[in-house]
């Protein structure tokens, strides 16, 4: 055999010899930023559904009827699950008129705003004069983000804290009046509901 022929076989034998070039440095910087991406959207996705302090969503007790819809606020139906309620039965022509009231309402009446996506603020009849007059003014500040605000009293014996703040299906209750944790509820649930009706936030 020639020198050249051994050269060309000895060439053929060292490349058989080498061993195939491996693709783990790429499946494990694959795999890297896999994990990255999830830890990043876990992350968005906690900020997003951390709710605010005191703040707590209420799933229906009794699953609501295809059309929880009733002809007459008095008329018989099953009970609410929570109070104030959050949604359930309710009339299907009126609802409150929002703004400041100063007389309570049917909650058969208010869920219906509820619904349309408002946000009613509720106050104990025996709160004091100087919150009720804090919460009248948050109140006609809110509406000028968004008219669906509604501000009413409630029966002493129908409400365990001063303060409850309801939204469709979010229940917030307060021991005092707090102006930025009412507020950062109504920017984050009003226009929520299942019906909307013109109450998307101005700015």
Request: net charge positive; glycine share 8%.
């Amino acid at each position: 055999m020639s020198q050249s022929a051994a050269r060309r076989a000895t060439g053929r034998q060292a490349q058989r010899k080498k061993a195939p070039k491996s693709n783990m440095p790429l499946i494990i910087g694959g795999v890297v930023g896999l994990i990255v991406i999830m830890v990043a959207a876990g992350l968005v996705f906690s900020r997003n559904s951390t709710p605010i302090a005191g703040e707590q969503q209420f799933a229906n007790q009794v699953p609501a009827p295809a059309n929880p819809h009733i002809v007459n606020p008095t008329d018989a139906h099953p009970a609410y699950n929570s109070n104030p309620p959050t949604s359930g039965w309710h009339t299907g022509g009126n609802i409150g008129p929002w703004g400041v009231t100063t007389q309570p309402l049917a909650d058969e009446i208010t869920i219906h705003n509820l619904e349309h996506g408002g946000v009613i603020i509720h106050y104990r009849q025996d709160l004091d004069q100087a919150t009720v007059d804090q919460l009248t003014t948050l109140t006609r500040q809110l509406q000028q983000q968004s008219p669906c605000v509604l501000l009413i009293p409630r029966a002493t014996d129908k409400l365990d804290k001063p303060i409850a703040v309801t939204a469709w299906t979010w229940l917030l209750k307060l021991d005092s009046f707090d102006a930025t944790t009412i507020t950062n509820f109504f920017r984050k649930h009003v226009n929520q509901g299942p019906e909307q009706v013109g109450c998307g936030l101005r700015s």
